[in-house]
């Protein structure tokens, strides 16, 4: 509401109205002042009235204010109270997932530890074996204790062992050739490109084909699938070089068993008569690194070969198969290679492959196979963690095939040999397998420089005579004869009628030496 207004202005008109009227009545005059001052005592009354609401009116104010403010200092209070409950149960996620991740890298580093710890030791072991061949490669190491005597005992085991095998298995596991498509595993690659090159040769391309490998690598085998594959009226003339030649004459022979009743007198013969042919043939020649003799004049009969192959006419499809150290021998030094037009190089079959061909063979002899647990401590505490006979068959299998595979490096001759010496036990429904492949070879690093060249000699001509040798070695056949002596007794040469061959046992672990001592390359 509006104040009051002052009574002041009433008293001072009533003073004045008393001076202009002068006498007048003394009571008039005083009752109107009287009344004045009521009324300004009314109105004093009213403005006290007016502070006094307006006094409480601000003081109402202040307090809603003042409640209003204590609410939001409140809500504060309880906002700060929900964050400090936020950071705490954060913190408290945070120091169990911390606690957590912690039990999880001690436990993970609890199951590391051993395995670690095993593969060390695997190292340490692997890092020694190398050490010591590398010692005992470069002559530093001593060799006062290497002996052939648990090579040769091993040998001697297995030999035995071979020949107590049941029939079937030893006629299964021949090393020879396969005919059988069911056996055939790890050159179907090879056998493809064959094909291919047949098909190019119809469409009138050149074709000199080269399959270089070493022994046991599966040449003849590949020859032997790619002619089946053929029509049945292609001529084919195989000639089959059995063992080292010389002389034209004994190739000639080897042509004219196939043709006994009109033999040929001379290769430009053959050669004619091959040209003559009307329709397309092929001529396969096995064996050819048979042609050679690493001597002055033991390259007479290749090149007669060389001139043969250059007459012949479009029309013949040639195919030739040579040991892959006699045919990178040849390329070196003769350019051989510039005699075909295609080349086929067998490299070592892959672990798969190796096993595949093993196990085809022994499913058709109806055994059963077991694995015996290893004696190696590693492998028999993995084996315990397998819960099923399959799972620990199936570990045992792959451990002993990767042996395998280091030992023979795809050679299925020594794979086949090496398979059948692991045979402990035969029964009559199942045959079991030792998984451990243990035979020292130590001894060949301490074999002379004689030793090595003349065991060189013998894988580039895969095999040979002592009196071929002698030449190739220009050395006195009576020392010749003394060296294939002792390494026939060390089980490292054996002997196939009059020629010399690298045993298969030995075979791969000596490539190795003399592919380090560069003997070969």
């Known amino acids: 509401r509006r104040p009051p207004k002052s009574t002041l202005s009433s008293s001072s008109a009533a003073s004045d109205v008393y001076k202009r009227q002068g006498q007048e009545s003394g009571e008039k005059a005083l009752e109107t002042g009287l009344e004045g001052l009521r009324r300004g005592i009314n109105q004093i009354e009213d403005i006290q009235g007016y502070l006094a609401e307006k006094s409480q009116s601000i003081i109402n104010a202040l307090q809603v204010a003042a409640d209003d403010l204590i609410l939001k200092v409140k809500d504060l209070g309880d906002a700060q109270k929900v964050l400090e409950l936020r950071l705490r149960w954060a913190r408290s996620r945070a120091k169990k997932r911390a606690r957590q991740i912690l039990r999880q890298f001690i436990t993970g580093l609890n199951r590391l530890i051993p395995l670690i710890l095993e593969k060390s030791k695997i190292l340490a072991q692997r890092l020694s074996r190398e050490y010591g061949r590398l010692r005992k490669v470069t002559g530093l190491g001593s060799s006062s204790s290497e002996s052939p005597a648990a090579y040769i005992s091993y040998l001697v085991r297995a030999e035995k062992r071979l020949k107590s095998l049941p029939y079937i298995y030893q006629q299964l596991f021949r090393i020879e050739p396969l005919t059988d498509r069911h056996f055939f595993a790890g050159r179907e690659s090879e056998?493809?490109?064959?094909?291919?090159?047949?098909?190019?040769?119809?469409?009138?391309?050149?074709?000199?084909?080269?399959?270089?490998?070493?022994?046991?690598?599966?040449?003849?085998?590949?020859v032997y699938f790619f002619k089946k594959q053929l029509a049945s009226d292609i001529f084919i003339n195989e000639l089959l070089i059995s063992r080292p030649i010389e002389m034209e004459a004994e190739l000639l022979d080897i042509i004219n068993q196939h043709f006994k009743n009109q033999p040929f007198e001379s290769l430009e013969k053959y050669c004619d008569?091959?040209?003559?042919?009307?329709?397309?043939?092929?001529?396969?020649?096995?064996?050819?690194?048979?042609?050679?003799?690493?001597?002055?004049?033991?390259?007479?009969?290749?090149?007669?070969?060389i001139k043969?192959?250059?007459?012949?006419?479009?029309?013949?499809?040639?195919?030739?198969?040579?040991?892959?150290?006699?045919?990178?021998?040849?390329?070196?030094?003769q350019q051989f290679h510039r005699n075909f037009d295609q080349h086929i190089g067998l490299v070592p079959l892959s672990v798969e492959d190796t096993e595949s061909i093993i196990l085809k063979r022994h499913r058709i002899s109806g055994f059963e196979l077991h694995f015996l647990n290893p004696e190696q401590t590693v492998q028999a505490r993995k084996l315990k963690q397998l819960a099923s006979y399959e799972k620990q068959q199936e570990f045992i299998r792959q451990y002993f095939f990767h042996q395998l595979q280091d030992l023979c490096q795809g050679n299925i001759t020594s794979a086949i040999f090496l398979w059948q010496s692991a045979i402990s036990e035969v029964s009559r429904?199942?045959?079991?397998?030792?998984?451990?492949?243990?035979?020292?070879?130590?001894?060949?690093?301490?074999?002379?420089?004689?030793?090595?060249?003349?065991?060189?000699?013998?894988?580039?001509h895969e095999k040979i005579s002592s009196e071929s040798l002698s030449e190739v070695l220009m050395i006195a056949a009576e020392k010749t004869e003394l060296k294939l002596r002792q390494l026939m007794s060390m089980k490292v040469v054996a002997k196939m009628g009059d020629d010399y061959l690298v045993h298969p046992l030995a075979y791969r672990a000596l490539l190795r030496i003399l592919k380090t001592k560069n003997f070969l390359h």
């Open 308 to 333: 043969f192959l250059a007459k012949l006419s479009t029309n013949v499809f040639v195919l030739v198969t040579i040991n892959d150290y006699s045919w990178r021998y040849l390329m070196q030094t």
């Open 273 to 305: 008569f091959l040209n003559e042919k009307q329709e397309r043939c092929l001529l396969i020649v096995e064996n050819v690194q048979y042609l050679l003799k690493k001597t002055m004049t033991g390259f007479q009969i290749l090149n007669h070969f």
């Open 429 to 460: 429904e199942t045959i079991s397998i030792r998984p451990e492949l243990r035979y020292d070879s130590s001894f060949l690093h301490n074999l002379d420089t004689d030793e090595l060249f003349l065991l060189t000699a013998i894988i580039q």
């Open 191 to 222: 056998l493809k490109k064959l094909a291919q090159i047949w098909s190019d040769f119809n469409e009138g391309l050149l074709s000199r084909v080269a399959i270089s490998g070493e022994k046991g690598s599966g040449r003849s085998t590949l």
